[in-house]
């Protein structure tokens, strides 16, 4: 293939390689090229900036980074993903090599779902991949690092569950490959009243840690439609990353995100939901469980563009070692918005003293007949619950665990899908999750 | 009264505690063979509380002087969980709230810490609502979270239904009778009449004689500022119930 893995650092010439190799249409290059303009345009993100006051972002060195290679072959579903458990109707592997299906179950290929290697779809269907690519989810002028992947994504995937589908079993898509730069592209469309649950898996391939993965996921659900959505990041624990997820809701569909965050050493994410129409609702649940210096940074907007929308968001964090977090929440109600219903709850339950969450709320309403509300809460362990667990024979680390366990259940118990929920609980609380302080019994 | 000096009873021996450098027990000398139900009663203040915490192992109190042996083991040399192991319990006056963890999972966990195989999960099941069938407990109960959103009476009855099915060789009961209506009173004390046995000795603490009139005791003290002020049987409690602890309190001073 044309690309050179030697070439220094990531140019324009780096785009027209990749478009060259994936042998795209030419309004898909020329769309990266736009994103790579704006890119170049726009200003590494300085402590300055508001949404980068509290994330340092020192360890990254733009100019040294590298376009990956393509893999020989295809990579595999890596054995730290819960694909049994899943029990998944369609398996699809993201990696530098393009994305592969695994494996299509008779139900989903009965109910039409389409899963492609999102280039592919570009030439092959690119009524699913057109309007939705790096447009109104996930635009190139929305930042540095949303440019930089819809001018350079690489392996993306496109899921598109048909009109009036309904899928029982959930759609896994996994982003793995060892390439040490990573952009993975989820684009995801419900049509009009299909139901199906997509999880999207930031996998721990044992493979040598990337320099940073910067993935951006965009979700669509049309008219009616009611998306389960979770996206894991259980990258191996040096790993950087940064997420950029938008979901789209139209009239009276019904979308419920999960975002789950365990590995890596720096993870940044934009969680946001936009209601794009009368009707719209949108569930944004978030848990992460951090432990030695891990860091994390959730940034997530409800974003009320029409009339009786309702959002509901809750983030808890369960936070050991010296690990730091940051939430930034922002409820927006349009003028046009009105009978707007928004919450926002952040939690952190710090477990030693080493620990910091910042959480920052914020409202930006321009209607006048909206009802907005937010609610922060730190805790720590309540020395009282310990003594009563420990009073019926559980050492202190048990009890521990269990209470922490406990505490995620509050966002467990909105996953909508049994399923996605128990793989999910095992993701926060199984042997792999935390480390150091936060290992679980 | 101490007849039963079997290895197994619990045996305290000048007990000094200490809260905050403040001194509430002040040589307490207690002797509770297995197999029998000694009641400790008592005004508030006196120490009832801090005596079934010291027990427990709780960090908060501090034993300055005296002993404490249980099944031949010095008690205060052991860790609140590893006394649990042992087969001490208490039901908590004021049980925490645990958000998402659910009953009958803790309760499985907690059988567990104690066997040396684990229960499967279907006769933990069986046992489990075998008990709640003994204190007329609605099955769903199993599945709510520890004592959220429980009432004064629920949160009572779970903690004996934890005790029924640790099946302890020491249970203290600290004030279960506080905040409960008399149907729940019946319930618990049936609970707790049940489980009496030759295998387990019990230490009833109460404020008040009416959980007597259901849970008999065979030994009844009675502890004023810190110390034992008198032993008796349970006509001892009836006695008190009509002259109030002030007439032992004035009979100690005079």
């Known amino acids: 293939m044309a690309i050179d893995a030697r070439a220094p650092g990531l140019t324009r010439q780096s785009v027209d390689d990749l478009a060259d190799a994936q042998q795209e249409p030419d309004w898909l290059r020329a769309r990266r090229r736009a994103a790579w303009d704006v890119y170049e345009a726009t200003p590494n993100p300085e402590r300055t900036d508001e949404e980068w006051r509290r994330t340092d972002l020192r360890w990254l060195q733009w100019e040294s980074l590298t376009p990956a290679a393509p893999l020989d072959g295809v990579a595999g579903v890596p054995a730290t993903v819960p694909t049994a458990a899943l029990d998944p109707s369609v398996t699809l592997v993201m990696s530098a090599a393009g994305a592969h299906v695994v494996d299509v179950s008779p139900e989903a290929r009965s109910a039409g779902v389409v899963a492609l290697d999102l280039a592919e779809a570009a030439q092959t269907r690119p009524e699913l991949v057109r309007d939705n690519l790096s447009t109104t989810a996930v635009a190139p002028e929305q930042g540095k690092f949303q440019a930089l992947n819809a001018a350079l994504w690489q392996g993306g995937a496109l899921v598109h569950v048909p009109r009036g589908a309904a899928l029982a079993q959930p759609i896994l898509v996994v982003a793995s490959g060892d390439a040490a730069l990573r952009q993975p592209h989820l684009l995801a469309s419900l049509g009009e009243g299909a139901q199906a649950s997509i999880v999207e898996w930031w996998a721990d391939t044992g493979a040598g840690s990337p320099v940073l993965v910067n993935g951006a996921t965009e979700l669509f659900a049309a008219s009616g439609a009611h998306l389960t959505y979770a996206h894991v990041q259980a990258l191996a624990l040096d790993a950087r990353s940064v997420l950029s997820q938008r979901a789209v809701v139209s009239r009276d569909a019904t979308l419920a995100s999960t975002n789950v965050t365990v590995g890596g050493r720096f993870h940044k994410a934009r969680v946001e939901a936009t209601l794009v129409e009368p009707g719209a609702n949108a569930v944004l649940n978030g848990a992460f469980r951090l432990g030695s210096r891990q860091f994390v940074d959730h940034h997530t907007t409800q974003d009320h563009l029409a009339t009786d929308g309702t959002s509901d968001l809750l983030f808890a964090g369960v936070l050991d070692g010296r690990a730091r977090s940051v939430y930034a929440g922002t409820i927006v109600v349009d003028p046009a918005a009105q009978r707007t219903n928004a919450y926002q709850n952040n939690r952190n339950l710090l477990l030693s003293s080493g620990t910091r969450a910042d959480s920052i709320p914020r409202l930006e309403i321009m209607a006048d007949d909206v009802r907005c509300t937010h609610g922060a809460t730190t805790s720590t362990l309540e020395p009282s619950h310990l003594y009563y667990l420990c009073s019926r024979g559980l050492t202190h680390a048990q009890a521990r665990e269990l209470i922490v366990e406990g505490y995620f259940e509050a966002v467990l118990d909105r996953v909508p899908h049994e399923g996605v929920r128990d793989v999910l609980r095992e993701a926060l609380t199984g042997p792999a999750a935390g480390n150091d302080g936060a290992t679980g019994i | ?254």
């Open chain 2, 1 to 254: 009264m101490h007849n039963g000096s079997g290895a197994d009873a619990l045996v305290i021996d000048d007990l000094h505690v200490t809260v905050n450098d403040m001194p509430i027990l002040k040589g307490i000398d207690l002797h509770v063979p297995k197999g029998e139900v000694h009641a400790l009663m008592g005004p508030n203040g006196s120490g009832k509380s801090t005596l079934a915490n010291t027990l427990m192992g709780h960090p908060a109190f501090e034993v300055t002087s005296g002993s404490v042996t249980f099944k031949g083991q010095n008690l205060l040399e052991l860790e609140t969980d590893e006394r649990a192991r042992l087969g001490v319990f208490m039901a908590f006056q004021y049980p925490s709230e645990i958000t998402g963890v659910r009953v009958s999972n803790f309760l499985r966990m907690a059988l567990n810490a104690q066997r040396e195989d684990e229960i499967s999960a279907m006769e933990f099941r069986r046992l489990m609502m075998e008990k709640m069938r003994l204190l007329r407990m609605d099955p769903k109960f199993a599945g709510r979270y520890l004592n959220e959103g429980f009432s004064g009476g629920e949160k009572k009855r779970n903690e004996i239904l934890q005790m029924a099915v640790l099946q302890p060789e020491l249970a203290i009961l600290d004030e279960t009778d506080s905040g409960l209506d008399i149907d729940a009173l019946r319930i618990v004390a049936d609970g707790v009449n049940t489980l009496r046995g030759a295998e387990m000795a019990t230490l009833v603490i109460t404020h008040y004689q009416r959980l007597l009139n259901y849970i008999v005791p065979d030994v009844v003290h009675v502890l004023i500022d810190g110390r034992i002020a008198r032993t008796g049987d349970k006509e001892l409690a009836l006695e008190l119930d009509e002259m109030g602890y002030e007439a032992i309190t004035a009979a100690q001073e005079a």
